[in-house]
């Protein structure tokens, strides 16, 4: 048998006033959809389980059928094997927006809709100027940046610890950037000898942070772009991140299924993906904004369900 998922992630929404009290989805226009909930059968899911944040690492996931409480480990690792980067098992990786800072405040999460081209310029320049030695024998690096896809990177901490607190860029809009600041939080038992302390791990983080501000408010891409008007791509901001995830393939959860392909153009989900086990299908045009290629999605998926048992889109 066959196993299609579609997923419209971050399709729900809060109704809108000039729209009749409806959310967006209601009052599109979708036979197709409307065809489907006629036809078939529906219901309701719990897709973020309790104690964990409402994000799409977390609901991807369980939706997959994984227990959170075993897997779950954050973006960072998520995103890293999306892009390639093969997590030791002393890493701790976290999701490294680059933002637009102004008056003390977070104006936007993405750096003024940053192109990655632009933003792979400003992640090894940062890099060459940030990454560090964990000491002076060793040439292994304690912090390491590595670019990603638009305002999405990664930052790789050596011997990090993932019992911190941050907080993420997309919900704090216009509001001051200090009190935002990574903390520590509590951890059960000692902390292993390779691994730094939550309290070590929150001030690299918040130096890296400080020290990236006033690197990027001189660069010149920055600068260019003062010049123009535009918003600056002016700070790091670190979140989400954890340790290599200990996930089985979802062919090992799932006998019955031989092989899977996943398509999507979000990194976090190629790295579920791949962590799963599932053969990562590109797409040309695919955005994971609203000007993606959707037919390509579909003819995609089509295409992939004539030789895999399952695909999740």
């Not at 971050?10 to 226009?29: E, I, S």
């Not at 102004?102 to 940030?130: C, M, P, W, Y």
């Not at 050596?158 to 993420?168: A, E, F, Q």
Request: aromatic share 6%.
């Amino acid at each position: 048998m066959k196993h299609i998922i579609i997923l419209g992630d971050g399709m729900a929404d809060l109704p809108v006033n000039r729209l009749g009290g409806k959310t967006l989805l209601q009052y599109a226009d979708k036979p197709m959809m409307d065809q489907l909930a006629k036809e078939g059968r529906c219901g309701r899911l719990i897709t973020v389980p309790e104690g964990f944040p409402p994000g799409s690492e977390v609901a991807n996931t369980a939706i997959l059928g994984y227990d959170l409480n075993k897997v779950y480990e954050g973006r960072g690792p998520l995103e890293a094997a999306s892009i390639g980067y093969e997590m030791a098992d002393d890493d701790f990786a976290i999701r490294c927006n680059i933002i637009t800072l102004a008056d003390g405040k977070i104006v936007t999460h993405n750096g003024g809709n940053l192109q990655t081209k632009d933003a792979d310029v400003l992640i090894s320049f940062l890099n060459e100027r940030l990454a560090k030695p964990i000491n002076e024998r060793e040439g292994c690096e304690r912090v390491k940046f590595i670019t990603g896809i638009q305002y999405r990177h990664l930052l790789v901490i050596k011997g990090g610890n993932k019992h911190i607190i941050c907080s993420p860029p997309h919900d704090h809009p216009n509001e001051e950037w200090k009190p935002l600041l990574v903390k520590p939080d509590k951890v059960d038992g000692q902390v292993p000898n390779n691994r730094l302390s939550p309290e070590e791990t929150a001030n690299l983080l918040n130096e890296l942070i400080i020290k990236s501000q006033e690197l990027l408010t001189t660069h010149p891409f920055n600068i260019a772009r003062a010049k123009r008007g535009e918003r600056l791509a002016n700070s790091i901001w670190p979140w989400s991140g954890g340790y290599r995830p200990s996930m089985q393939t979802l062919m090992s959860q799932y006998p019955q299924l031989k092989s899977g392909a996943v398509i999507s153009a979000v990194d976090l989900i190629r790295g579920i993906g791949h962590y799963a086990g599932l053969r990562i299908i590109e797409v040309e045009g695919a955005t994971g904004l609203a000007d993606t290629n959707y037919e390509g999605k579909a003819k995609a998926a089509i295409d992939a369900l004539k030789s895999d048992d399952f695909v999740f889109v």
